[in-house]
């Protein structure tokens, strides 16, 4: 949004503001833009883990440590899900792990 007020001393337009919008909505973006990559990762890697947990194959079950990993993630995809029903499917999700 420009901001194209005057300078209360000067009288000249303070286009400096407007860039710094910019740059701010630009950075907003971006920062966006990275959470939503990661968190696709994030419900890609637990899917393949959900996979494995599920499957019948004991030697391609995850260890321990891996169920601790995917735990911890689903909880912070849970505490990061904008509607009730995304929430309490991680919740679910968390206490299959």
Do not use: W
């Not at 899917?47 to 260890?63: G, H, S, V, W, Y």
């Amino acid at each position: 949004m420009p901001d194209r007020s005057q300078h209360p001393l000067g009288g000249h337009s303070r286009h400096g503001l407007n860039n710094l919008n910019e740059g701010f909505a630009d950075t907003l973006d971006g920062l966006t833009q990275g959470l939503a990559e990661v968190l696709g990762d994030l419900e890609q890697g637990l899917i393949e883990f959900l996979n494995r947990l599920t499957a019948d194959d004991q030697e391609k079950m995850p260890t321990d440590a891996e169920k601790k990993d995917a735990y911890a993630k689903v909880k912070v995809c849970e505490s990061l899900a904008a509607d009730d029903e995304k929430s309490a499917v991680l919740d679910k999700t968390a206490n299959l792990i």
